[in-house]
């Protein structure tokens, strides 16, 4: 039942779009006999999106019909030019090069990076242990270390489960604080949520405030109640006023958190010396303001967020951190209209589950010994762990890259995309023979979107309301073409030296089982035999989320009969998905693995003297920084290719403030220099009062025009300039190892 039946009429499909967070629903119409999209549009009958989309609904039809994407796996020739492979030949070629390498060097000569639509792609996410556990590698490298870690950080060691993100209730909320998001472009991340702007807007109407603290007047910001302008950075000294404020003004009311809660008199230390005027330099925010912010935030059902403008900057995770810490202060976590849990339908919020012990330094980068945090190595030294100039013997010989674009994403890509030619070997498993892609010697292709089926497996958790979503294949692929999941298992297999991938697929599906079903658990009516004789599916991940789904909060447990829990047959037959209601408060303690709140985590307070030690420079009046900026049309580097979405002129420019263009002799249309310490570019100026003085932004994800990718759009109409190549690699946040992709310290002049 996972393909719909051929039939000659074009017919009306509803799957979610998998592009952003958000999942809207859509309604498109199909020709299955010519295996084409007819239309998309927004599906009224989705209980979250109710017939909203946004322009990029339009890429899942595009990216399938892109003559462009890569369907077989391709091998590079000794001259450089690529022919189209077997998989059989290129699993071979895969596992046997990347064994040799770690039979000659071990298993550290080996590594890979994972990027962003992993997250968006379920197979992507169960299927990647094969690959891991068959490389066996310490280095581990991807996107999150450009994204959203500090976040993992902080809540892995207050709440000790690094995924449990608190998700404002924007649906109830009265006062929404949003620091460095700009969710009506983004659509909301870690606060999924189609339709930004309406519930933005219903906060308004409903007589509430929405503050917006953030160096650019954002389209956010343009709707908001509130705009504060902050110096990109100083977020942290900002957030400790505010806990400054609440304890000198007597406002803290952590309320039944109090129960559970350790570190309220630690913080109370900590936070004593951060005044609103001592930090009000550093931030550019006026102490009356800050002062006026707190009392009004107490003083409402308030819910304070803050997301990668907090995290991709120098004190990112003292930054992510403190906005939880002012949520427990003021008694918004686990709160109604506060920070609240989502109870995902696949059980990973459950009550009794373990907490992960939070480990870092168990081992260190080759080249400058720089620790592995929660598993993790900054992306941006995938570049120096290669080049033998920087870590000699030791260095990384094979690479995987998958379904990511490292050298336009992280951190000083023209380095990166030096370092590559230096493999042995590298394969990228993409749809693209794109910037990162060129240098690999062998690509695999996965099918996309339209192709396979999916289920909104990491969205649940992020999601302002509770859901559970499966959404259909629309085409069948091509024979020898293969889901990324298959992909992985039988890479995975190879690797491993196990004859079939089904083994491995059966083998992970029964661990589960093992851990869900039979006697101790939430099902112990059933044996894990009986119940993988009772799951949908011959293979592959939908049968794994049966399997969630089932055991989890609102599953059948697996019992006989049409009672009231879902299930696999249920979920295929709700067509826009299953409304799971509201968020619901008083989670916490329960439904986090450590017994109580550890406000003031060791491993972060550690930073502190390193943002101490900072002020005097943050409070600079002259210092002139670079941010990015999020476009409703990009989806970071990877749909500059689809000519809807690419149509129009020029948006890689550089904003600035007409204050500061005029001081630098620089205007609207003019190209101009951008110097950070590591590189320097050219790029179209446009001057707005959007920016902050002192501050200028320049989107990230472009820098189409190198040679040997295969993306005439994106060239022809979009290419752009790669802001990361400013990134400097070596500065971190260091808690995370995060790095800083806002606050860079540049220089600009006219050319
Ligand atoms: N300066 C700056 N840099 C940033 C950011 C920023 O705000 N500023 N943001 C950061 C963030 S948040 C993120 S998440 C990262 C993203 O970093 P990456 O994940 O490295 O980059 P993407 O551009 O998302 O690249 C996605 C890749 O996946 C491929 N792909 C898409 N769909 C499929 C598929 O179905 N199968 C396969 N096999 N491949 C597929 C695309 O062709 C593309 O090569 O960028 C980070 N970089
Ligand atoms: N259209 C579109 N949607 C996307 C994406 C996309 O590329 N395009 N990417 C997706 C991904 S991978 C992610 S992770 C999410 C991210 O979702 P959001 O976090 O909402 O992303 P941004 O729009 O980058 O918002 C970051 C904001 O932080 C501000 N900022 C920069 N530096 C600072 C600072 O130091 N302090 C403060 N307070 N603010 C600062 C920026 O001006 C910007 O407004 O979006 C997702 N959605
Ligand atoms: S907002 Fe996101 S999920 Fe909704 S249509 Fe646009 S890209 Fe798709
Ligand atoms: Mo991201």
């Known amino acids: ?144 270390t450009m994204d959203q870690f500090p976040q993992n950080i902080a809540l892995h060691t207050m ?111 900590i936070v004593n010396i951060y005044t609103p005027e001592r930090v009000a330099a550093a931030t550019g925010i006026a102490p009356e303001t800050t002062r006026g912010l707190v009392r009004d935030f107490c003083a409402a059902k308030g819910a304070w967020y803050g997301r990668i403008g907090l995290c991709t900057q120098e004190f990112g995770s003292l930054a992510s951190w403190l906005v939880y810490v002012v949520n427990v202060l003021t008694g918004r976590l686990d709160a109604e209209g506060g920070m609240m849990f989502t109870r995902s339908a696949t059980g990973r919020s459950e009550a009794g589950r373990p907490a992960e012990a939070f480990e870092q330094s168990r081992y260190e980068t080759i080249a400058q010994g720089i620790p592995e945090i929660g598993g993790q190595l900054p992306c941006g030294l995938l570049a120096e762990e290669i080049e033998e100039a920087s870590a000699g013997e030791k260095r990384m010989r094979g690479l995987v890259t998958t379904m990511g674009n490292p050298v336009l994403s992280a951190p000083n890509g023209e380095r990166l995309a030096a370092a590559l030619d230096e493999l042995d070997f590298m394969l990228s498993i993409d749809i693209y023979l794109n910037e990162t892609s ?152 329960e439904a986090m693995p450590l017994d109580r709140i550890e406000l003031c985590p060791p491993h972060i307070t550690a930073d502190l003297p390193r943002l101490e030690a900072a002020l005097d420079e943050h409070s600079r009046p002259d210092r002139l920084v670079l941010i990015g900026r999020r476009q409703i049309r990009n989806m970071n580097s990877w749909l500059h290719n689809l000519p809807a979405l690419a149509k129009g002129p020029n948006r890689c420019t550089l904003l600035v403030h007409p204050v500061d263009a005029k001081r630098l002799g620089i205007e609207t249309g003019r190209t101009v220099r951008v110097r950070s310490r590591i590189a320097e570019i050219e790029v179209e100026c446009q001057t707005t009062d959007e920016m902050m003085p002192g501050v200028v932004s320049l989107p990230h994800g472009y820098g189409h025009r190198l040679t040997g990718v295969r993306l005439s759009v994106a060239q022809a109409k979009q290419p752009g300039v790669c802001s990361n190549y400013l990134t400097d690699e070596n500065v971190l946040d260091v808690p995370s190892g995060t790095h800083v992709a806002n606050g860079i310290p540049v220089e600009i002049s006219a050319t």
């Open 159 to 269: 709440l000790g489960d690094p995924w449990m993100f608190p998700i404002p209730d924007i649906q109830r909320t009265e006062f929404f604080v949003c620091m460095g998001g700009n969710p009506l472009v983004s659509q909301g991340s870690l606060m999924s949520g189609p339709n930004a702007k309406k519930r933005l807007t219903a906060i308004l109407d409903r007589g509430g405030r929405v503050v917006t603290i953030d160096p650019r007047r954002t389209e956010t910001a343009q709707i908001a109640s509130d705009h504060l302008f902050i110096k990109p950075g100083s977020d942290a000294y900002f957030l400790l006023a505010v806990c400054q404020v609440l304890f000198e003004e007597g406002l803290v009311a952590p309320g039944r958190l109090a129960d559970f809660t350790d570190g309220l008199q630690e913080i109370e230390a």
């Open 1 to 144: 039942m996972t393909a719909p039946t051929r039939s000659t009429e074009p017919h009306i499909v509803f799957r979610s779009c998998p592009t952003c967070e958000a999942s809207c629903g859509l309604r498109i119409e199909i020709d299955s006999q010519t295996r084409s999209v007819i239309r998309i549009e927004g599906d009224p009958a989705d209980p979250r999106s109710e017939g909203y989309l946004c322009p990029k609904a339009y890429a899942i039809k595009e990216i399938y019909e892109d003559p462009e994407r890569l369907k077989k796996p391709i091998r590079k020739n000794a001259d450089g030019s690529w022919s189209e492979i077997d998989w059989d030949e290129a699993m071979d070629l895969a596992a046997s090069r990347l064994l040799e390498i770690k039979e000659k060097y071990g298993a550290n000569a080996n590594g890979y990076y994972i990027g962003n639509p992993t997250g968006h792609n379920v197979g992507a996410q169960l299927y990647l242990l094969p690959v891991m556990n068959g490389l066996a590698t310490q280095r581990s490298f991807s996107a999150a």
């Open 438 to 589: 060129r240098h690999a010697d062998l690509i695999m292709p996965s099918t996309v979107q339209l192709e396979h089926e999916n289920y909104d497996f990491l969205f649940e958790t992020t999601s302002v309301q509770n859901f559970s979503r499966w959404s259909p294949r629309l085409f069948e692929a091509d024979d020898d073409q293969r889901d990324q999941w298959r992909i992985y298992c039988e890479l995975g297999a190879r690797l491993a030296g196990v004859p079939s991938w089904e083994i491995i697929d059966d083998m992970m599906l029964k661990g589960l089982l093992g851990m869900t079903v039979g006697p101790d658990t939430g099902c112990p009516n059933v044996t894990p035999e009986a119940a993988f004789d009772m799951l949908q599916d011959e293979h592959g991940p939908m049968r794994m989320i049966e399997c969630m789904v089932r055991t989890g909060p609102y599953g059948d447990k697996f019992e006989p009969g049409d009672g009231d829990g879902i299930n696999l047959r249920k979920l295929r037959a709700a067509e826009h998905g299953i409304d799971l209601g509201e968020l619901k408060a008083a989670r916490l303690p």
